[in-house]
């Protein structure tokens, strides 16, 4: 049960920075204004925003690194 739940936890987080990675790169987002329960609404924004953190985390990480270089 918890291997379960860690597992739907983890895939969760990385379809959140999934999400993220499209909207920084095409500037897509899911439309969370046809959401009518403004809690559920508060919910998914909140959701999309550890996506976002995760994003940024993965760059700092990734951009430190001596594997990875930035090309323009």
């Not at 809690?39 to 976002?52: K, W």
């Amino acid at each position: 049960m918890f291997g379960w739940l860690f597992h739907l936890g983890l895939d969760a987080f990385i379809i959140s920075a999934f999400l993220a990675g499209i909207r920084r790169s095409t500037g897509l987002t899911p439309a969370l204004s046809q959401v009518p329960n403004k809690d559920i609404r508060q919910l998914l924004r909140s959701y999309l925003e550890v996506g976002e953190y995760a994003f940024d985390f993965a760059v700092v990480i990734f951009g430190r690194s001596s594997y990875f270089e930035r090309r323009h």
